[in-house]
């Protein structure tokens, strides 16, 4: 009952929800050109007058191609098209994990065993690989011992080879420290499978390409009707939004390049890791990224400044206050549904332990009585 209350609640907000999410993104694609073109002026006017003079010739060639670019990417900055884009980033973010599960397990399978009779190392060895690949030194981590195990087992080695990688052992058997090793990571990796697998059958903010409508502006395909769902939905629409405007910024470096207002172009990687906060910034105008990188040729104290266009949502809502306003609105509504949030989880806390209390020993009572 309580849970059926708080999911009216939450279709009841979905509309509103959507509606100032809409009215965000319609200030920001209002803003982006401006914003864009002055993120441009400020790189112009750290060029010297004779290298303005130079892109005299090819002033207008680049204005029209900021100017296609800047149009192409507004067109794409809407609900239905972000959402869009978070399914794939979800995606991305799938298939990086499951790699580097499927490394880490691949490792650890083309390990081999150290030989027992090598004595003990003769002092600590520092290197950069993982530790993983040297199972020797997860020496004591672990109470199986090796040498024990194959000293305890009386059967003939062929007969083990002949069995499955990862065959459930026999109850008086001993594990190996790499079997172990070599268990955990596949069980690891069928468990993020099977939550992969659940997750794409409940995630309701990944729309299909076919069932957008922009025309419909609180289509229930695109709106949840849980406190955990419009959360999400609203963490995707954002996530979404920043990689949008940093593939914008980066095809407006690239032309900057071409037509020489720049002369270095950063990777995608150091815009991603400017936006997560991985790597700091100088001070610089809005949208406009200022760098020190070091040069690996040179000595150490010598480093190399670089300045490009990084438009971000944080920068725009500083430069615009209808902008600011309409972020404040959705922080409020973000703040009433983590409200709703924590009692979804309550319910849900409670509808599972009354799920378990009438199937697992219904008649017994929960306290033992006293003699």
């Known amino acids: 009952m309580q849970l059926a209350r708080l999911e009216e609640r939450c279709s009841s907000l979905a509309p509103q929800l959507y509606k100032e999410q809409a009215r965000y993104l319609e200030l920001v694609r209002r803003i982006l050109p401006t914003a864009v073109k002055a993120a441009i002026r400020h790189l112009l006017c750290a060029l010297s007058p004779l290298q303005r003079a130079s892109l005299a010739e090819r002033q207008t060639l680049l204005q029209q191609r900021i100017d296609a670019l800047v149009q192409r990417s507004s067109s794409m900055i809407t609900i239905e098209q972000l959402l869009v884009l978070a399914g794939r980033l979800q995606q991305e973010e799938r298939r990086s994990r499951m790699q580097q599960f499927q490394t880490l397990a691949d490792r650890t399978t083309s390990s081999v065993e150290p030989a027992t009779s090598e004595g003990a190392s003769p002092g600590i060895e520092l290197g950069l690989n993982l530790p993983l690949e040297r199972p020797d030194l997860l020496d004591g981590l672990l109470p199986n011992d090796p040498s024990a195990s194959q000293a305890e087992d009386p059967r003939d080695p062929s007969e083990s080879t002949e069995q499955p990688f990862l065959a459930a052992p026999d109850p008086g058997a001993e594990m190996s420290e790499l079997e172990i090793l070599r268990s955990l990571f596949v069980m690891a990796g069928e468990s993020l499978e099977q939550g992969e697998s659940a ?23 695109l709106m949840p009707s849980t406190a955990s769902g419009l959360l999400s939905w609203l963490d995707a629409v954002d996530s979404a939004l920043i990689r949008r405007l940093r593939n914008l910024s980066h095809a407006v470096n690239v032309e900057l390049m071409r037509s020489g207002v720049t002369r270095s172009l950063l990777p995608i990687q150091l815009l991603d890791a400017v936006n997560s906060g991985q790597l700091p910034s100088q001070s610089a105008p809005s949208n406009v990224l200022r760098l020190t990188l070091p040069l690996a040729m040179v000595s150490d104290d010598q480093a190399m400044e670089t300045a490009c266009v990084l438009v971000r949502p944080s920068e725009l809502e500083f430069d615009d206050h209808g902008l600011r306003r309409s972020r404040s609105r959705l922080r409020l509504q973000r703040r009433d549904l983590g409200t709703l949030l924590l009692k979804e989880r309550h319910w849900h806390r409670r509808a599972s332990v009354r799920e378990v209390q009438n199937h697992w020993w219904p008649n017994q009572p929960e306290t033992p009585q006293s003699r």
Request: aromatic share 4%; hydrophobic share 15%; no cysteine.
């Open 199 to 221: 997750q794409e059958l409940t995630n309701t903010f990944e729309p299909d390409d076919s069932q957008l409508d922009p025309g419909a502006p609180s289509s229930d395909q």
